[in-house]
């Protein structure tokens, strides 16, 4: 089995106008669906079981925004399934108003597309996002920890209850093809980051890392970094696919030097195994801007 991760869309149908500032990398980027479109001309697509996105699917996008993103990728993809999640660059009103129309969001809901299962909820002042989805013998469970009030996520004790709900309704699952899934854990923000870089991981409660301890799950996948890393959490597969949009590079000066860039990760599993291989897509691309960051824009 085959599936594409790829994520960091950052799209607008038009970005704001300008001239300074950390939205003038936008001015002559190009688009990310320009990007997603060389990318997808890169692999096979009638290998693909399912397509990942981890986050970041607009820059701030409005409801306009979103339900154009989804067209250009329903269009894209074609047969192929794709779940999402947010990240800290997301809309979450906007985000439901199309993906889930109709429910109230305020109060959390569930709703059943196909093969996915969406929940929204809202514990305490954060609405939370979360899905599970069953491709074949594999489930995938995507957790939003994209936070408005944190820049860098947030790992809920509500998120480890929602989560252990799911582990172990598959745990307990009288269907034994079900109970054998293999388990994807997809989030934006990375539980481990790159040492040599200032962009921290996403925080956590103990009972996030019991429950990766306790629970078989196969790989954790995620974005936000705009690279590729890849590693280890607690003995289990790791790894992060770079953006549809840009990349940025500290220099020595703490200004932060915005490139375009594009790449993805084919992911392929076979038995018990997971490999994950890097397509680049636009690797060194042209400088879009050199700006001094505020600690609350990543």
């Known amino acids: 089995m085959e599936f594409l991760h790829i994520s960091d869309l950052h799209y607008r149908i038009q970005y704001p106008a300008a001239e300074t500032g950390y939205l003038l990398i936008f001015k002559d980027m190009l688009p990310p669906l320009e990007q997603l479109k060389k990318g997808l001309a890169k692999v096979c697509l009638d290998k693909l079981s ?5 986050g970041d699917l607009t820059e701030y996008g409005d409801e306009q925004d979103y339900r154009e993103l989804k067209r250009q990728l329903d269009q894209a993809f074609g047969r192929i399934p794709y779940v999402v999640t947010l990240g800290n660059h997301d809309n979450l009103n906007a985000f439901c108003s199309v993906w889930a129309p109709g429910d109230d969001v305020r109060y959390g809901s569930v709703s ?8 929204v909820w809202a514990p305490g002042d954060d609405v939370r996002y979360g899905s599970v989805s069953h491709f074949g013998k594999v489930m995938v469970i995507a957790l939003n920890n994209s936070s408005e009030h944190h820049p860098d996520g ?3 004790k509500e998120h480890c209850l929602w989560l252990e709900t799911c582990l ?5 699952a009288g269907d034994q093809a079900k109970a054998a899934e293999q388990v994807i854990l997809m989030m934006h923000h990375p539980l481990i980051t790159d040492p040599g870089k200032s962009m921290p991981a996403v925080q956590y409660p103990p009972c996030f890392t019991r429950l990766i301890k306790r629970y078989p799950i196969a790989a954790i ?3 936000h970094t705009h690279d590729r890393l890849s590693g280890t959490f607690n003995g289990v597969l790791f790894a992060t696919a770079g953006s549809m949009s840009f990349k940025g590079y500290e220099m020595a000066d703490r200004t932060v030097c915005f490139r375009e860039y594009a790449s993805m990760n084919l992911c392929r599993i076979e038995d018990q195994y997971i490999s994950i291989r890097e397509i680049p897509v636009t690797a060194d691309g042209k400088i879009l801007g050199t700006i001094r960051m505020p ?4």
Do not use: C, P
């Open 50 to 54: 399912f397509i990942l996105i981890s």
């Open 112 to 119: 059943h597309f196909g093969k996915v299962m969406v929940i």
């Open 154 to 156: 947030m790992i809920t």
């Open 295 to 298: 600690q609350s824009v990543r």
């Open 168 to 172: 172990n309704e598959k745990a307990k």
């Open 221 to 223: 996948l995620s974005g």
